[in-house]
């Protein structure tokens, strides 16, 4: 099985960037409810180390979701879900690399810059953790395997 063209299926990857925006957003107060429930386990000590602690929640959070869904609760939200570029699902171990490259992008201003520009021009909508691990984004309602 293949991904579909983003030339020829154009459907398949419409509104592709807007959507990564939205479940960015919804995600990452997903991760920040979590982080703060994880804090008071801690009886705040992790407020010591809360951007460790937060980056730790979010790579755990990223990588169980996509490793079993295929997408994170922001991305079923927003009807994508994340594909390798042969089309086929992520794996645990590609998913959990997803993850830690999402959180290690996050880290610096100008990986994030390219990344944006990435998804924004590049045919199949890919930010630099994409290309990096060779997986994309796609609406939901694409064949599965």
């Known amino acids: ?6 030339f020829l299926q154009r459907e398949f990857y419409a509104y592709v960037p807007l959507k990564r925006a939205v479940a960015w957003g919804v995600d990452t107060v997903i991760t920040l409810v979590l982080a703060v429930v994880a804090l008071l386990f801690t009886l705040f000590v992790g407020a010591l180390f809360f951007p460790v602690l937060f980056a730790a ?7 169980v ?5 295929g997408a994170t ?3 079923m939200l927003s009807a994508i879900k994340l594909r ?14 997803y993850a ?8 610096f201003i100008l990986p994030q810059i390219a990344s944006i520009a990435m998804i924004l021009t ?6 630099l953790h994409d290309m990096l691990l060779g997986t994309t984004m796609l ?3 694409a064949p599965e395997d």
């Open 73 to 75: 609760v922001g991305m």
């Open 122 to 127: 590049t045919p199949y909508r890919q930010g």
């Open 100 to 107: 830690g490259l999402h959180a290690l992008i996050m880290t």
């Open 57 to 63: 929640v979010s790579i755990a959070y990223r990588g």
């Open 65 to 69: 979701m996509l490793a079993r869904y």
């Open 1 to 6: 099985m293949s991904l579909p063209d983003p």
């Open 84 to 97: 390798h570029l042969d089309g086929r699902p992520v794996d645990q171990g590609t998913a959990f690399a």
């Open 139 to 141: 609406n939901a309602e």
